[in-house]
């Protein structure tokens, strides 16, 4: 504890003793944001020796769009006199005045209280800045949150996600009449790959088609998968013969991109398409999408690896 007479680190000692093995880790600091002590806590990923932060103010340690962030907190706790609740990240990275003893990850999450406390032999407010480690917490709903919206196994939009975007579509379709195309796709002979080749083999195909189909298409467009080696497309702003070329290159590009399944082993993947539009007497997503996956079939049936309206 930097600076303290024999009162104050007597009063200090007594805050620690209370507080005792907190799991959060604690700064204690003059208002004006000088620290005089630091409490590491017991539960945190990033190992951080503070030592260096004691008797300096904390601008000196952390970055400084950062500590903005904290003085505004700082600045707030000690108008309204009440706790500040705030949620940020630290990159090991900036803190090149510490010494990290151990990190791990490139980038922390905290949850953070900040406090004004009124100490008896102390002239000054204290501010006490208390952090817990959430950074387990905030990974854990961030891979839960990318779950709800994209498929685990190609990385594009999944069922839920893509009708809910074609919800979207249909609505703008329905306020300002503007072309939507919609493109379902399957994989020919899919059963076959799999029988052959294995399953693990035809999720490398699925794979595949999305890669090079995503890859493709531009950013306003839209890929989803909707089970199985089933696909579909949606294109804002496209008219039929726009959204027949943009299907015929997807066509084109699958058929001559050929699928790695191992280190000798390739095979050519190709679609068969269906594609429509949105049209006036539609009354929900199923009337488009009904008539492309007609259309899809259509081209199963007339031998596959085709396009048709």
Partial sequence: MAGLNT?????????RAVIG????QIILGYESGIVIDVLPGTE??????YSQLIGSHFSAVFPAHFCTTIQAAIDRA???????????PIYPDE??????????????WFEARISALKLKHFDQRIIMWSSR??????KLEKEVSYLVDYDELTGIFNRRRFLAQLCDAYKHFQRYVTGVSVVVMDIDDFKTCNDTYGHFSGDKAIHHVAQVCAKHLRECDFIGRLGGEEFAVILPDTDKEQALNMAERLRFLLESTPCQLDDEQWVTVTLSIGVSQFEPDDTSINDVLNRADQAMYRSKRNGKNQVSF
């Fill in 95 to 108: 803190l090149t005045v510490l010494n990290i003893i151990h990190s791990g990850e490139s980038v922390f």
């Fill in 44 to 49: 945190r990923q990033i190992q951080v020796d």
């Fill in 7 to 15: 009162s104050q680190e007597a009063e200090l000692e007594l805050f």
């Fill in 21 to 24: 093995n907190n799991p959060d």
């Fill in 78 to 88: 000690l108008d309204t006199e009440q706790v500040q609740f705030l949620t940020y």
């Fill in 133 to 138: 480690d959430i950074t387990q917490r905030v």
